[in-house]
T-cell receptor
Framework: KQEVTQIPAALSVPEGENLVLNCSFTDSAIYNLQWFRQDPGKGLTSLLLIQSSQREQTSGRLNASLDKSSGRSTLYIAASQPGDSATYLCAVQSQAGTALIFGKGTTLSVSS | NAGVMQNPRHLVRRRGQEARLRCSPMKGHSHVYWYRQLPEEGLKFMVYLQKENIIDESGMPKERFSAEFPKEGPSILRIQQVVRGDSAAYFC?????????????????FGPGTRLTVT
């Protein structure tokens, strides 16, 4: 049974710092992995999707990497800003079209 | 292209009443997923539907919960005889499936959610 773990559960950093969020999954046979952002009381915004054949994806200040063999993904945020404060969720899809399995998220707080 | 739409955004029901949550997928998307986010817990899969078919309902509670995605109209998640433990945020996601680019696209796009409160 696939399980997704995110560490740390919470992170506080000053503005401008580069940071890394970690995601691990127990079954390396995945179809894709998505990183989402969730603001309090809001829905999910997809940040990056990495197909199983890819090693990384980049969007602006965000870079996500995937190492299937070790069951790990990282989300790198460069030059953090207060507007980055949110909960970041990692989710894996084991086969095409199946449900996403989510981690519990990392709540990020960036202070100005 | 409008995103995934859910209504109502907030729903208050008394114990024992029925709750109906609606989800309109993105245009061209034929796959719908429902997830539930309980307070202080992560998002959990409930059910996966395609038009007129339930593909996977392994995450649905055995009683009181049902879902449909008719040929016409939105997908409906129905909760009968609600209890306080049903209070949660319910999210719908859609994906294009095989109709997507490059022969298949299973990226899921989420709606804003319906926040159900049972009093």
């Amino acid at each position: 049974k696939q399980e997704v773990t995110q560490i740390p559960a919470a992170l506080s950093v000053p503005e401008g710092e580069n940071l890394v969020l970690n995601c691990s999954f127990t079954d390396s046979a995945i179809y894709n992995l998505q990183w989402f952002r969730q603001d309090p009381g809001k829905g999910l915004t997809s940040l990056l999707l990495i197909q199983s054949s890819q090693r990384e994806q980049t969007s602006g200040r965000l870079n996500a990497s995937l190492d299937k063999s070790s069951g790990r993904s990282t989300l790198y945020i460069a030059a953090s800003q207060p507007g980055d404060s949110a909960t970041y969720l990692c989710a894996v899809q084991s086969q095409a079209g199946t449900a996403l399995i989510f981690g519990k998220g990392t709540t990020l707080s960036v202070s100005s | 292209n409008a995103g995934v739409m859910q209504n109502p955004r907030h729903l208050v029901r008394r114990r024992g009443q029925e709750a109906r949550l609606r989800c309109s997928p993105m245009k061209g998307h034929s796959h719908v997923y429902w997830y539930r986010q309980l307070p202080e817990e992560g998002l959990k899969f409930m059910v996966y539907l395609q038009k007129e078919n339930i593909i996977d309902e392994s995450g649905m509670p055995k009683e009181r919960f049902s879902a449909e995605f008719p040929k016409e109209g939105p997908s409906i998640l129905r909760i009968q005889q609600v209890v306080r433990g049903d209070s949660a945020a319910y999210f719908c996601a859609s994906s294009p499936g095989l109709a997507g680019p490059r022969g298949g696209n299973y990226e899921q796009y989420f709606g804003p959610g319906t926040r159900l409160t049972v009093t």
